[in-house]
């Protein structure tokens, strides 16, 4: 399974778009990208996913690299209820073995 | 439709003693993971499910079993706590059938003294 980087912690302001960066530099072809959140000590909350075309659905969207070694979760306009940990995480296609990184604690700001 | 449910919610345990942690699931989904998350960590795999009667070691898999009977349910043992299993568990389900993602429950947060 490819290990994923991402920044510890970000900062975003109430109504301004937060960009999540996730470096996945070891992903094979059949290997997808999936975020997920955490708020607060609540179970994760999946938010997207994608192989490697752009996607987009009510909560975010998710655009992936070209070489797809990278790709960025968007959160287009933050709100407070938006403060919570992001977790990048790379499955294989076939399994559902997951495995999380420490994720980014993103703080929104009033 | 209650997604995935775990009991209990909170459970304190003395070194030594055994326990299991029950994680039931009504939407028949395929696949089922237990995680653990330590203070300030992110979660780490112990042991997971693809399906009735098949179960396989995550990361850290040590000092617990488990089995998986029915779809439904996968029930996580702890054999003989241990301070070091302190922790909030978490239980996770799938359909494996398409690229969903994890359904999480609201976890159970152990204490072992």
């Known amino acids: 399974d490819a290990k994923t980087t991402q920044p510890p912690s970000m900062d975003c302001a109430e109504g301004r778009a937060a960009n999540l960066p996730c470096n996945h530099s070891?992903?094979?072809?059949?290997?997808?990208v999936y975020w997920y959140r955490q708020i607060h000590s609540q179970g994760p909350q999946y938010i997207i996913h994608g192989l490697k075309n752009n996607e987009t659905n009510e909560m975010a969207s998710l655009i992936i690299t070209e070489d797809r070694k990278s790709s960025t979760l968007i959160l287009p306009h933050a709100t407070l209820r938006d403060t919570a940990v992001y977790y990048c995480?790379?499955?294989?296609?076939?399994?559902?073995?997951?495995?999380f990184g420490t994720g980014t604690r993103l703080k929104v700001l009033a | 439709n209650a997604g995935v449910t775990q009991t209990p919610k909170f459970q304190v345990l003395k070194t030594g003693q055994s326990m299991t942690l029950q994680c039931a699931q009504d939407m028949n989904h395929e696949y089922m993971s237990w995680y653990r998350q330590d203070p300030g960590m992110g979660l780490r795999l112990i042991h997971y499910s693809v399906g009735a009667g098949i179960t396989d070691q995550g990361e850290v898999p040590n000092g617990y079993n488990v089995s998986r009977s029915t779809t439904e349910d996968f029930p996580l043992r702890l054999l003989s706590a241990a301070p070091s299993q302190t922790s909030v568990y978490f239980c996770?389900?799938?359909?494996?059938?398409?690229?969903?993602?994890?359904?999480f429950g609201s976890g159970t947060r152990l204490t072992v003294v």
């Open positions: 070891t992903i094979s072809g059949n290997e997808y």
């Open positions: 996770a389900s799938n359909t494996g059938t398409g690229n969903y993602g994890y359904t």
């Open positions: 995480i790379v499955r294989s296609s076939g399994t559902y073995k997951y495995i």
